[in-house]
């Protein structure tokens, strides 16, 4: 058998470059200190290599070291962001805008937000991810505090348009969040440039550690404040108590560091190897769908729906090589396809049919040749096995058969 | 999520994948499920009307990998059962045996329903008295 393991879901976490792992390693042993020890060397080793992470990660994003707050990744950074703005600000409104692609973080924090007595509208999407601009604009209100809008979106890699955005929630003087953990180290991230004024991100998305992440909090032209949301020793300037994780965030520095000076190369090469393996797949197989906007997409995403095939089944083909995921309910807990991808207005079909492959900066030319292979070997499998597939095939139209639903 | 040495080795190797002549008589064929619901089970059986025996069984799935290892499965019990031993297939007998997971028994109730849908069809076709009852209808 094949013994193959081939990486192609880099959204769903990214491996630790070896030279971020080399990074963090003194700091395990020969430098253990509590960077808020503030009266031996071991506390100012540590408290040195922290400021320095924060350096280079303020750096990669264009904003001041003390806007980074350090948090466990970006889910706190998103319930930070959400319900410490919702509770700092909650006298001038109780109203938060985002949209119904965002990731579970963030429309969960507003679900809780919402029985805290707060008002969340959740907008629908265009047909292609990104958010309507008129609709936004209309959706504001003079309770309106915030609006929360994700960089890049997980799934289909939709790039939003931030900067009119940013302009929008300018002139109506509202706050504006976004989830940026797809974005930041893959493509040019400038939060102040846009008017992003809260910014969630981690370092596992970017070749860093897991358990570490960090929110963008504008300090300046507005100074954001938010409540925060862990209590205790009064870290990260009061927004947000514990003990730093002191290799996490030299490591989650370094990735960043790395992140600022190959982005552009990676990007390119990605985007090639991506555009690669979408071409040779809808050019090899018949009935394949783009999800999402291709002109606004991240450079190493791209996700595919092949009709009449279903997400889990088909990853069961190639799964012992290839790795993978899909919108399939088959692989979520809920057993219902992927929101996300229904909120583009997919059919539920189309969404059980999709396939996310999100490539990285280990992906290898020949991989891609690998899994365009496997890919079109396992559709072509699953189609012979498909009633609906020959059922299209008889030319019979799917729609006008009344299914025994359960 | 791990499978199970029996869902993959049905999902590598199905048994009776294909399709039988629907029109003809001694056909029986289940359609059940909906592409929205993320699975399509058709099971067809071919029955022997001296002896009422099921002489061959086919299938064909849209599904997961689960879905897909019950309907083989249930195509290989179906062979050479009478119509009324068929009927008595549970789904639970498919849950058992492909040892699924509390998330993927649906796929065995689809099994049963298609096993049930098919014999349905066939008498039916043949204007024998129905004793087939489905479970989700």
């Not at chain 1, 040749?369 to 597939?389: C, F, Q, T």
Request: proline share 4%; glycine share 8%; aromatic share 6%.
């Amino acid at each position: 058998m094949d013994n193959r393991l081939i990486y192609l879901d880099n959204n769903a976490t990214t491996p630790t470059d070896p030279r971020v792992v080399d990074t963090m390693l003194p700091y395990f042993y020969q430098h253990p200190g509590n960077a808020a020890s503030r009266n031996h060397p071991f506390g100012w080793t540590a408290e040195e290599a922290v400021d320095y992470a924060r350096e280079q990660i303020a750096n990669l994003i264009s904003v001041e070291s003390k806007e980074i707050i350090f948090t466990s990744g970006a889910t706190e950074s998103d319930n930070l962001a959400l319900k410490g703005v919702f509770e700092m600000y909650r006298r001038k409104g109780n109203h938060i805008i985002t949209l119904k692609t965002e990731h579970k973080a963030v429309l969960d924090s507003c679900g809780k937000i919402e029985k805290m007595g707060g008002e969340v509208t959740y907008l629908d999407v265009n047909y292609d991810g990104t958010v309507d601009l008129a609709k936004l604009e209309a959706a504001i209100k003079p309770s309106t505090i915030l609006v929360s809008v994700m960089w890049a979106n997980n799934e289909t890699g939709v790039i939003q348009p931030m900067k009119e955005i940013g302009e929008i929630c300018a002139k109506h003087g509202v706050l504006l969040m976004s989830d940026a953990t797809q974005a930041v180290g893959k493509i040019p991230v400038n939060p102040k440039e846009v008017g992003v004024h809260l910014m969630a991100f981690s370092a596992h998305k970017m070749y860093g550690p897991k358990g570490v992440g960090a929110l963008f909090v504008n300090r300046k032209k507005p100074r954001v404040k938010v409540t925060a949301q862990m209590d205790g020793g009064g870290h990260e300037r009061g927004m947000r108590s514990g003990t730093l994780n002191v290799p996490g965030i030299v490591g989650f520095g370094k990735a960043a560091e790395i992140a600022g000076q190959e982005m552009a190369q990676d990007s390119e090469r990605l985007s090639k190897l991506r555009d690669k393996l979408q071409k040779q797949l809808m050019d090899r197989l018949e009935e394949v769908y783009v999800n999402g906007n291709e002109g606004h997409r991240m450079p190493h995403v791209t996700n595919l729906s092949f009709k009449h095939v279903e997400g889990e089944g088909l990853m069961m083909t190639f799964n012992q090589n290839i790795a993978v995921s899909s919108g399939s309910a088959c692989t979520s807990a809920s057993l219902e396809p992927s929101y996300v991808l229904v909120a583009l207005g997919l059919g539920d079909d189309l969404a059980h049919s999709s396939i996310r492959f999100s490539l990285g900066r280990f992906t290898t030319d020949e991989e891609i040749d690998y899994a365009v292979e496997a890919l079109v070997k396992g559709v072509n499998h699953m189609r012979e096995l498909s009633p609906i597939w020959e059922m299209y095939k008889e030319g019979i139209d799917l729609d006008s058969v009344i299914w025994a639903e359960h | 999520m791990a499978y199970s040495e029996k869902v993959l080795e049905h999902f590598k190797h199905p048994r009776n994948v294909g399709t039988l002549d629907k029109s003809k008589k001694t056909v029986g064929t289940g359609l059940v499920g909906a592409p929205e619901c993320g699975d399509v089970m058709r099971l067809q059986i071919e029955v022997d009307p001296s002896s009422n025996q099921i002489v061959d069984a086919k299938f064909k799935t849209f599904g997961c990998g689960s879905a897909i290892a019950s309907s083989s499965l249930a195509t290989e019990w179906l062979k050479g059962k009478t119509i009324d031993e068929a009927l008595s297939i549970d789904n639970m007998d498919i849950v058992e045996e492909l040892a699924l997971p509390p998330v993927k028994i649906h796929c065995s109730v689809l099994a049963e329903d298609a096993i049930k849908g098919a014999i349905k069809d066939y008498q039916e076709k043949n204007g024998i008295e129905i004793t087939a009852k489905l479970a989700t209808h």
